[in-house]
């Protein structure tokens, strides 16, 4: 299931309405041991060609590594996933879940394609018909996922997911298993320090699906938020420093995903802040009738790993995930969490650059992916800080800021100099643009 890092607004982002210019590019990309014939659809760049041997999640010690291992300690008896490929069909990272045929995540100004037949995978939910045909019920899936997207600290093109997901019967013997170990939760959250803001499991605006028992619906859904409260707890309220008279406060909050009804977001408040953390629902009937699973409903949930690394460690900027310097990897060990160190805050090195548009248009994240390339994890920060139509000519004219910054060392301005020339060569030569 996939969640934004910062915002769930992934779920249902907004419309961008401008077209996507692609580079030139080779005849054939080798990913992974494999190589790809490009065409009209081809999008990935080396850069982000370069992080698919990466594998965070399964790097020791790190934390990406160390929060899966303890959501996954914390449902034992559910199957393990992690080395699932990342290249799959648009028909299972969209179709298979009933997106919607103008949802605007299967754009190529929102996901890599390899071409039109392959991409990289979005979110872990391409895998959930495939998961649940090989006859598992109750699974983990961890995996990195890949999203064009703007340069910020919050925001990376690359970050990891987590899907659990949880299917049963709906004979009598099944459900009255489900129901037994919703009042096993019960129990278990009514001895913790957790304060929970519920809101009701079924509306007319949160709606049970047609092909559903409304009480089984009902089932799926207690069972579901109880097992997410628990959740919670385990990962917040030690950090947090849980007690009776200020316990953990997780809250829930209808909402809508092409692939769940009923559907929700969890939220907790922690130092301070309400902080979004997942999204769930019951999972949509058409999914496991693709999956050949008879008579079965259930629940799955999906969240952004770096999203609850940077609160629960205090990491202030996404690229540290990324980093290879010890100052950084040295400060974590496999199993426990701690607070970051920052070991040198360098200065910044801002630099413009305008242009007038082509007469096709071109994306933000065109723009964002060519600083990528061009200067990697250097580029702290890119935002649009001017747009303009000219009155008479009616040409478009956008200007970005760049802010240069290491993690590592201070850059010097015929550093940063030579990256901003070669963003602006490859702006003029790769996007057809004319600078200002």
């Given at each position: 299931?996939?969640?934004l890092?910062?915002?769930?607004?992934?779920?249902?982002?907004?419309?961008?309405?401008?077209?996507?210019?692609?580079?030139?590019?080779?005849?054939?990309?080798?990913?992974?041991g494999?190589?790809?014939?490009?065409?009209?659809?081809?999008?990935?760049?080396?850069?982000i060609?370069?992080?698919?041997?990466?594998?965070?999640?399964?790097q020791?010690?790190?934390?990406?590594?160390?929060?899966?291992s303890?959501?996954?300690?914390?449902?034992?008896?559910?199957?393990?996933?992690?080395?699932?490929?990342?290249?799959?069909?648009?028909?299972?990272?969209?179709?298979?879940?009933?997106?919607?045929?103008?949802?605007?995540?299967?754009?190529?100004?929102?996901?890599?394609?390899?071409?039109?037949?392959?991409?990289?995978?979005?979110?872990?939910?391409?895998?959930?018909?495939?998961v649940?045909?090989?006859?598992?019920?109750?699974?983990?899936?961890?995996?990195?996922?890949?999203?064009?997207?703007?340069?910020?600290?919050?925001?990376?093109p690359?970050?990891?997911?987590?899907?659990?997901?949880?299917?049963?019967?709906?004979?009598?013997?099944?459900?009255?298993a489900?129901?037994?170990?919703?009042?096993?939760l019960?129990?278990?959250?009514?001895?913790?320090n957790?304060?929970?803001?519920d809101?009701?499991h079924?509306?007319?605006?949160?709606?049970?699906?047609?092909?559903?028992?409304?009480?089984?619906?009902?089932?799926?859904?207690?069972?579901?938020?109880?097992?997410?409260?628990?959740?919670?707890?385990?990962?917040?309220?030690?950090?947090?420093?849980?007690?009776?008279?200020?316990?953990?406060?997780?809250?829930?909050?209808?909402?809508?995903?092409?692939f769940?009804?009923?559907?929700?977001?969890?939220?907790?408040?922690?130092?301070?802040?309400?902080?979004?953390?997942?999204?769930?629902?019951?999972?949509?009937?058409?999914?496991?009738?693709?999956?050949?699973v008879?008579n079965?409903m259930?629940?799955?949930?999906?969240?952004?790993?770096?999203r609850?690394?940077?609160?629960l460690?205090?990491?202030?900027?996404?690229?540290?995930?990324?980093?290879?310097?010890?100052r950084?990897?040295?400060?974590?060990?496999?199993?426990?969490?701690?607070?970051?160190?920052?070991?040198?805050?360098?200065?910044?090195?801002?630099?413009?650059?305008?242009?007038?548009?082509?007469?096709?248009?071109?994306?933000?994240?065109?723009?964002?992916?060519?600083?990528r390339?061009v200067?990697?994890d250097?580029?702290?920060?890119?935002?649009?800080?001017?747009?303009?139509?000219h009155?008479?000519?009616?040409?478009?004219?956008?200007?970005?800021?760049?802010?240069?910054?290491?993690?590592?060392?201070?850059?010097v301005?015929?550093?940063?100099?030579?990256?901003?020339?070669?963003?602006?060569s490859?702006?003029?030569?790769?996007?057809?643009?004319?600078?200002?």
């Amino acid at each position: 299931m996939r969640v934004l890092r910062v915002s769930l607004s992934r779920y249902n982002p907004p419309l961008r309405r401008h077209r996507s210019t692609v580079a030139a590019t080779p005849s054939e990309i080798p990913i992974l041991g494999h190589s790809y014939p490009t065409d009209s659809y081809t999008n990935i760049t080396p850069t982000i060609v370069s992080k698919l041997s990466r594998r965070l999640h399964a790097q020791d010690g790190h934390p990406i590594s160390t929060l899966r291992s303890l959501i996954e300690n914390h449902f034992p008896d559910y199957a393990h996933l992690s080395s699932l490929s990342p290249v799959v069909t648009p028909y299972q990272n969209f179709d298979s879940l009933s997106f919607p045929a103008d949802h605007p995540g299967r754009s190529k100004t929102d996901s890599y394609y390899i071409n039109k037949d392959v991409m990289l995978r979005t979110h872990t939910s391409a895998h959930e018909v495939d998961v649940f045909t090989s006859g598992e019920a109750r699974w983990l899936l961890t995996a990195d996922v890949y999203r064009r997207d703007e340069i910020d600290a919050s925001h990376y093109p690359v970050f990891h997911q987590m899907e659990g997901a949880n299917i049963f019967g709906t004979d009598d013997a099944s459900v009255g298993a489900v129901e037994r170990d919703i009042q096993r939760l019960e129990r278990q959250l009514a001895e913790s320090n957790i304060e929970i803001q519920d809101v009701q499991h079924i509306t007319a605006t949160n709606p049970a699906q047609p092909s559903h028992d409304p009480r089984h619906s009902e089932i799926a859904a207690r069972h579901l938020k109880l097992s997410l409260n628990s959740l919670m707890y385990e990962l917040f309220a030690g950090v947090g420093g849980a007690t009776k008279e200020n316990p953990l406060q997780v809250r829930w909050i209808e909402a809508y995903f092409p692939f769940t009804s009923p559907s929700y977001e969890v939220e907790v408040f922690f130092r301070g802040k309400w902080l979004e953390i997942l999204g769930c629902g019951v999972v949509l009937q058409s999914t496991l009738d693709r999956s050949n699973v008879a008579n079965k409903m259930g629940w799955a949930f999906g969240l952004g790993l770096e999203r609850i690394a940077m609160i629960l460690y205090s990491i202030p900027d996404i690229r540290l995930f990324w980093s290879e310097d010890m100052r950084f990897l040295s400060q974590f060990t496999s199993g426990k969490i701690s607070t970051f160190k920052p070991y040198s805050k360098y200065p910044a090195s801002y630099r413009d650059v305008s242009f007038w548009q082509p007469d096709n248009g071109i994306h933000d994240n065109d723009v964002y992916d060519l600083v990528r390339d061009v200067a990697g994890d250097l580029a702290e920060d890119v935002a649009v800080i001017d747009r303009f139509t000219h009155p008479k000519t009616k040409r478009h004219s956008t200007a970005f800021r760049v802010n240069y910054r290491s993690m590592d060392r201070s850059l010097v301005n015929e550093e940063v100099n030579a990256l901003q020339d070669q963003v602006v060569s490859r702006l003029k030569e790769q996007l057809r643009v004319e600078i200002r």
